[in-house]
Structure formats: structure tokens, C-alpha cells
């Protein structure tokens, strides 16, 4: 067995114990077995080689699994929002592209936040 595993990737911490940054949308979670430590990294902090993880491919893999989780949570919560009556208005980006915005945002974060949560 290694002595590092990657534990999980998410945002149950915003800060990375490393180098202190704060306002993370996600940290990797990582277990060190000589000590019995278990820290989260901001995804930067936990790619540097200088770190000494012997885990690079799995933290990698880890963060790739967490984007398509997050990808179909999204996907689900616009569904969700579809079934509950939701309605979508045009608008126009700062690229001067049509786009298509949520008109409840309440009812989307509801729906949103439900589908990040399963």
C-alpha cells in the first residue's frame, strides 16, 4: 500500500491546508497512512510534484469523477427544473450570444442544490 490515498474530491472545505487559498470550489481530500492524517488540497496544491504525492494519476482521476458528477447533477437539477414548472428567458452574453437564463432562481437553486446533494 502507498502512503498517500486520495480519499474524495468536493466542497466540503473551501480553503486548501497547503498554501492557505480560500474560495475553492473544490479540495482533494487526501490520507497520509504514515500518520494517520487526513488534509485537503486545493487542486493545484495537490498536483504540485514538490508535494511528494505518490498519487498524481488517482488524484487526477479523482478530480475528473468529481466534474462529471457535478456535470450530470446539473443536467438533473435542469430537468427537475423543466418538471417544476420552471421557465427559461432569452438573454444576450457579453459576447453578444444568445443564451438562455433561468427566469425562477429561486426555484432553480432549490432544484439545483437537491440535485448536488443525491
Known amino acids: 500500500m502507498s502512503r498517500f490515498e486520495v480519499l474524495a474530491v468536493n466542497d466540503a472545505a473551501s480553503f486548501c491546508e497547503c498554501c492557505g487559498r480560500s ?11 504514515e500518520t494517520g492524517e487526513h488534509k485537503h488540497f486545493g487542486t493545484s496544491c495537490a498536483l504540485t ?3 511528494g504525492f505518490d498519487c498524481v494519476e488517482d488524484i487526477k482521476a479523482a478530480i ?14 435542469h430537468r427537475a427544473y423543466k418538471i417544476a414548472g420552471g421557465k427559461h428567458v ?18 432553480w437553486e432549490q432544484v439545483k442544490a437537491q440535485a448536488l446533494a443525491a
Open 49 to 51: 510534484p514538490a508535494k
Open 23 to 33: 474560495g475553492l470550489q473544490r479540495v482533494v481530500w487526501i490520507a497520509d497512512h
Open 90 to 107: 432569452a438573454a444576450i452574453d457579453a459576447k453578444g450570444e444568445q443564451v438562455w437564463n433561468v427566469a425562477d432562481t429561486a426555484l
Open 64 to 77: 475528473k469523477s468529481h466534474a462529471n458528477r457535478v456535470k450530470y447533477a446539473i443536467s438533473a437539477a
